[in-house]
């Protein structure tokens, strides 16, 4: 059965769980898809070769891969492991046949957050992209039953920002509801869709009862309903994902002056 988070993990603004960095958000990866594919207009699809790479220099290098239901878990309980987020958007079909497999081989676990009101279609919003398939209902229920993490991606995959404040409040609560009706527990992370993000969207998860959200970009809005995450492309070995991760550590610091800087 999928395990559940009773509270809400309390992030705490000096990190435990990751070598001691004073600022140190969590280090979170953000995937799309992973498949063969020859056009990628939007830089989103990893082949299966690459992602297999990928995961085979994070176990080398001493870093687990986890779903954010387990990371921010183990940083609310202070533990120290070298832990980085695997966050999977969109929901395609492909996470199930090449993701799941890889990640199983290493014990790492991962979130992938579906539209809810898309489920066994396709990715339409991507209009220059090839069609992709998108999980169905059924592997959605699987997943969640196998204790992979299912997070909300909205209702249609709708930009946030700017958008009525009924249609707001639909895209976060009602897809909410839905996936936590198809898979018989808590959704708690919501992902917005492009990662955009502003302040009313950030209210909207949080009062719909998320116990947190991932945007993309490190920003004024990063806490709790505006994780930043590290997005990874087909051309990130090795040495371009130390790169991120050493790129990461510097934003989040930047970030944390700017903050107290506002707030003087």
Known sequence: ???????????????????????????????????????????????????????????????????????LAARAAGRRERLVGLTFDDGYADFARHVVPVLSTYGFTATAYVVAGRLGGDNGWDVEGPRKALLTVDQVRELAASGWEIGSHGVSHVALPGVPAELLRAEVRDSRTTLEQLVGG??????????????????????????????????????????????VGDRDGA???????GRHGLRDVMTELRRRGAAR
């Open 239 to 245: 040495w371009r994902l130390r790169a991120k991760r």
């Open 1 to 71: 059965m999928v395990a559940e988070l009773t509270r809400r993990p309390r992030l705490p603004r000096q990190s435990g769980a990751d070598g001691g960095r004073r600022y140190g958000a969590p280090w979170i990866l953000m995937y799309h898809s992973v498949a063969e594919e020859e056009e990628d207009p939007y830089l989103l699809t990893v082949s299966p070769e690459r992602f297999a790479a990928q995961m085979r220099w994070l176990a080398a290098r001493g870093w687990r891969g986890v779903s954010m239901r387990e990371l």
């Open 186 to 231: 808590r959704v708690g992370g919501f992902c917005y869709p492009y990662g955009d993000v502003d302040e009313p969207a950030t209210r909207a998860v949080e009062e719909a009862g998320y116990d947190y959200a991932v945007a993309i970009r490190h920003s004024t809005l990063a806490g709790r309903f505006a994780l930043p995450r590290c997005y």
